[in-house]
């Protein structure tokens, strides 16, 4: 009986002194402020791994581009200078030849769920999306809300209105809007209120989330409704380094929160994207619709000009025609995502 108790008293002094879950801390980094739809979806991620990790998983916020840049983000994370970040391989001007045109491939997806579930397609199809991350573990991909044309001061009515405007767009989009007359230019988000208020844009590609958020309503009067398909693409992330550095535990609450922070970026868009429709019209900002030819025309050169894309990549060594293909198959007619076998 004697030995019962003291082998008792063994275990119970063993379970007293094992090891606790080291708090650790993690700075996450992004050029956007803490007002801004995407830094509210970051901050109900921050909430949802704190939560799930029990206090031992903290991160802290750099919020308005404190210590990442928009252009060199990966390259920053991949060296340290935060530990996960808000990275936009779309505006990278080497590295990412795949990632940053295959945004022009989602002809046919309306919803940020389809754009999601047609990005993880076509990652599918290709070693070359894992090749332009290296080096980096992608923790949520990203959508966004389907965007018009806003213009500082002139109105657009249709296509030919376009001639001789200087327009930010998206990389997938700069063969479209010069094909169209228009003279392109590729900046970050970031940069383009400046732009609009100097008159070095006339206009911006952009969804009417951004009268609110980018505060373009207090640049632009003019807002041309059409339908230009959005591409997805790796959004948020954090050096592979510094991932596997984390404990099994830490590491699997943050792959719990990939859902999570992908779930959150499409809600809070989706409420920014009426708010900022319901701003622009109380300062009345006009608005157009393209005229349903004009569409076709659009719907049919943006088709064109991203086959090109795809085909152009093979000057890097990358099969981007396959990927383009991939895509073509994967959308069905009615916008949903048919990949592997399965429905997403």
């Given at each position: 009986?004697?030995?019962w108790w003291m082998g008792l008293l063994a275990l119970l002094v063993a379970c007293s002194e094992a090891p606790q879950q080291a708090v650790v801390e993690l700075v996450y980094a992004t050029p956007y402020g803490a007002a801004h739809?995407?830094?509210?979806?970051?901050?109900?991620?921050?909430?949802?791994?704190?939560?799930?990790?029990?206090?031992?998983?903290?991160?802290?916020?750099?919020?308005?581009?404190?210590?990442?840049?928009?252009?060199?983000?990966?390259?920053?994370?991949?060296?340290?200078?935060?530990?996960?970040?808000?990275?936009?391989?779309?505006?990278?001007?080497?590295?990412?030849?795949?990632?940053?045109?295959?945004?022009g491939f989602y002809s046919g997806t309306s919803t940020m769920q389809q754009q999601l579930a047609l990005y993880r397609c076509l990652e599918a199809s290709s070693p070359q999306f894992a090749v332009e991350l290296q080096g980096l573990?992608?923790?949520?991909?990203?959508?966004?809300?389907?965007?018009?044309?806003?213009?500082?001061?002139?109105?657009?009515?249709?296509?030919?209105?376009?001639?001789?405007?200087?327009?930010?767009?998206?990389?997938?989009?700069?063969?479209?809007?010069?094909?169209?007359?228009?003279?392109?230019?590729?900046?970050?988000?970031?940069?383009?209120?400046?732009?609009?208020?100097?008159?070095?844009?006339?206009?911006?590609?952009?969804?009417?989330?951004?009268?609110?958020?980018?505060?373009?309503?207090?640049?632009?009067?003019?807002?041309?409704?059409?339908?230009?398909?959005?591409?997805?693409?790796?959004?948020?992330?954090?050096?592979?380094?510094?991932?596997?550095?984390?404990?099994?535990?830490?590491?699997?609450?943050?792959?719990?929160?990939?859902?999570?922070?992908?779930?959150?970026?499409?809600?809070?868009?989706?409420?920014?994207?009426?708010?900022?429709?319901?701003?622009?019209?109380?300062?009345?900002?006009?608005?157009?619709?393209?005229?349903?030819?004009?569409?076709?025309?659009?719907?049919?050169?943006?088709?064109?000009?991203?086959?090109?894309?795809?085909?152009?990549?093979?000057?890097?060594?990358?099969?981007?025609?396959?990927?383009?293909?991939?895509?073509?198959?994967?959308?069905?007619?009615?916008?949903?995502?048919?990949?592997?076998?399965?429905?997403?």
């Amino acid at each position: 009986m004697k030995l019962w108790w003291m082998g008792l008293l063994a275990l119970l002094v063993a379970c007293s002194e094992a090891p606790q879950q080291a708090v650790v801390e993690l700075v996450y980094a992004t050029p956007y402020g803490a007002a801004h739809p995407f830094s509210q979806a970051d901050q109900a991620w921050i909430d949802f791994v704190e939560a799930r990790s029990g206090g031992t998983l903290r991160i802290r916020p750099s919020w308005s581009g404190g210590l990442l840049s928009s252009e060199h983000s990966m390259l920053e994370l991949r060296h340290g200078v935060a530990d996960i970040g808000l990275i936009t391989p779309i505006y990278v001007k080497g590295g990412t030849h795949l990632i940053r045109l295959q945004s022009g491939f989602y002809s046919g997806t309306s919803t940020m769920q389809q754009q999601l579930a047609l990005y993880r397609c076509l990652e599918a199809s290709s070693p070359q999306f894992a090749v332009e991350l290296q080096g980096l573990k992608v923790l949520a991909v990203q959508g966004g809300s389907l965007p018009g044309i806003i213009t500082t001061e002139r109105p657009l009515a249709s296509l030919a209105d376009l001639q001789g405007l200087r327009i930010r767009g998206p990389t997938e989009l700069l063969g479209v809007l010069e094909a169209l007359g228009a003279d392109p230019v590729n900046m970050p988000m970031g940069d383009v209120y400046s732009a609009l208020a100097k008159g070095v844009l006339d206009g911006v590609v952009a969804p009417t989330d951004t009268f609110r958020a980018l505060h373009f309503a207090d640049v632009a009067d003019h807002y041309l409704q059409m339908v230009i398909p959005r591409g997805a693409y790796p959004a948020r992330a954090m050096s592979q380094a510094r991932f596997a550095a984390l404990s099994p535990a830490h590491q699997q609450v943050l792959e719990e929160g990939r859902p999570v922070w992908e779930a959150a970026l499409i809600d809070k868009n989706s409420v920014a994207l009426d708010d900022g429709l319901a701003l622009a019209r109380a300062e009345g900002v006009t608005f157009a619709t393209l005229p349903a030819e004009d569409q076709r025309a659009f719907d049919a050169l943006y088709l064109s000009v991203a086959e090109e894309n795809a085909a152009s990549l093979s000057r890097y060594g990358i099969d981007g025609a396959t990927v383009f293909a991939a895509s073509r198959r994967s959308v069905q007619p009615d916008g949903s995502v048919i990949c592997s076998g399965g429905s997403r």
